[in-house]
């Protein structure tokens, strides 16, 4: 399926709990998909290039800053994009949000929620192990979902309860094919809306600035009349969708910001 349009996912979940398991999988499914490049974004391997030796702590905030650049960088490039980082925190969650936002694009959080203690048996393993003191830390730190509408996952997954990774990641990319359908759906309807409402209040204050034009005693007073109309409308008033409502409020602003009456 061809469905062009870019989003940035953004995963969380403790260190060694399969987040980049999940981002390779996700990655070749997103791209058949949507026929759109996907880009991971993997803090490792900026880790592993500021402390090539040990993971160093005190380093993380340099990491999280050349990340967020990476995010934004590869959005603006028009590619899927993957944040493969803890992003416990609701802060680390919301730059990522802004980003979104700042560039009117699509969001959604995939909470990978392995056990801490899976984790741990887990980060033995690999090559560059982290401190457990330092899983620990991070899971003692966890900012939960709860507290903003914003915030809440799009979907979890949990490895110990779902071991069939494949159909989790192809059930995910279809909702968030759904998602986006509707979202373009409600997009284009607001548009559709104010194009109709500015349309609306086109006309209404088109046929009364003629209607004043025709007496004579206006004319003085034609480009001023012409200029605030102009100022009305870039600056629409809001909540008013009857025509008597838009047409004795323009009558209102006109009086005020001439400072005549108008006859």
Not at 76 to 81: N, P, Y
Not at 177 to 182: G, M, P, V, Y
Not at 244 to 253: E, G, Q, S, T, V
Request: charged content about 30%; some cysteine; proline content about 4%.
């Amino acid at each position: 399926m061809n469905i062009k349009s870019n989003f940035l996912i953004i995963l969380v979940g403790l260190p060694a709990s399969g987040k980049t398991t999940f981002a390779n999988n996700i990655k070749k499914k997103l791209n058949l998909y949507f026929q759109v490049e996907v880009k991971i974004i993997d803090p490792d391997l900026l880790r592993d290039y500021i402390s090539p030796k040990n993971f160093d702590f005190q380093k993380e905030p340099r990491v999280r800053e050349e990340t967020l650049e990476k995010v934004r960088e590869y959005l603006k490039k028009g590619m899927i994009v993957i944040n493969d980082d803890l992003n416990y925190y609701t802060s680390m969650r919301h730059d990522l949000k802004s980003i979104a936002d700042d560039l009117s694009i699509n969001y959604y959080i995939v909470h990978i929620s392995t056990p801490l203690e899976l984790c741990l048996k887990r980060n033995k393993n690999r090559g560059k192990p982290i401190p457990n003191m330092i899983i620990q830390k991070i899971h003692n730190r966890f900012d939960n979902f709860k507290k903003y509408r914003w915030d809440y996952p799009f979907k979890t997954y949990n490895s110990t309860q779902s071991s069939d990774l494949v159909k989790f990641v192809e059930e995910l990319i279809k909702e968030i094919a759904e998602d986006l359908k509707k979202k373009k759906k409600e997009t284009t309807v607001k548009k559709s809306l104010h194009t109709s409402n500015l349309e609306t209040l086109d006309l209404i204050t088109r046929k009364y600035v003629g209607r004043l034009l025709d007496v004579p005693q206006n004319l003085t007073h034609k480009d001023d009349i012409l200029k605030y109309r102009r100022f009305y409308i870039k600056n629409k008033p809001k909540n008013l969708s009857d025509t008597k409502a838009i047409l004795d409020d323009f009558k209102r602003y006109l009086t005020k910001n001439l400072n005549i009456n108008l006859i």
